[in-house]
């Protein structure tokens, strides 16, 4: 089975400073899926980026990125120029093989953005 | 744009009671998920469908069961609710299986409280 932790279960941030969230994950498998998803207060879950493990190339999506340490089992998620709207709770989330199953959620970083 | 939505934004029940919560997906997805959310456990699969009459347990499926005799629709059913299903339902969908990769879409949640 899957486990997924994220460590660090509040952290805040002036606006326009860069932060790093933490993500662990363990799994036996070779090929899978991980994934940033932003829950924003009271609103809907979406996703923030997604990284595939055979791919080498970290992801990037705007202000944001991920750090992929394939060996070390890490995944964490770098939000640059931070910005009000970026306060929210961010679960890293793990799938095997495709992406298309279940997915394996972290216990989440609640994250604040300080004016 | 891809909508799940849900039949309740909040509901209070009493303990015993019979629950439906339903879930309505507009995309034409053949995946759909139910998952709880709780404070410091993150979010866990209760059960998932990938097809119609099909469902498959997920992680925490005790006390809880499913319905999907249409597409888009996925119902979870608490046959006799207990206070420890206090909790944030979410419901989520996404395309299909045997594709590289389907983002999973979520719906706004359901604050379910067993009085």
């Known amino acids: 089975a899957q486990t997924v932790t994220q460590s660090q279960p509040e952290m805040s941030v002036q606006e326009a400073e860069t932060v790093t969230l933490s993500c662990t994950y363990d799994?036996?498998?070779?090929?899978?899926?991980l994934f940033w998803y932003k829950q924003p207060p009271s609103r809907q879950m979406i996703l923030v980026i997604r990284q595939e493990a055979y791919k080498q190339q970290n992801a990037t999506e705007n202000r944001f990125s991920v750090n992929f340490q394939k060996a070390a089992k890490s995944f964490s998620l770098k939000i640059s120029d931070s910005q009000l709207g970026d306060t929210a709770m961010y679960f890293c989330?793990?799938?095997?093989?495709?992406?298309?199953?279940?997915?394996?959620f972290g216990t989440g970083t609640r994250l604040t953005i300080i004016p | 744009d891809v909508k799940v939505t849900q039949s309740s934004r909040y509901l209070v029940k009493r303990t015993g009671e019979k629950v439906f919560l339903e879930c309505v997906q507009d995309?034409?997805?053949?995946?759909m998920f139910w998952y709880r959310q709780d404070p410091g456990l993150g979010l866990r699969l209760i059960y998932f469908s990938y097809d119609v009459k099909m469902k498959e347990k997920g992680d925490i499926p005790e006390g809880y069961s499913v319905s999907r005799e249409k597409k888009e629709r996925f119902s979870l059913i608490l046959e006799s609710a207990s206070t420890n299903q206090t909790s944030m339902y979410l419901c989520?969908?996404?395309?299909?299986?045997?594709?590289?990769?389907?983002?999973?879409?979520f719906g706004p949640g359901t604050r379910l409280t067993v009085l």
């Open positions: 989330a793990f799938s095997p093989n495709f992406g298309n199953e279940k997915l394996t």
């Open positions: 799994t036996s498998e070779n090929n899978y899926y």
């Open positions: 995309m034409d997805h053949e995946n």
């Open positions: 989520a969908s996404s395309l299909s299986t045997g594709q590289p990769y389907n983002e999973q879409f």
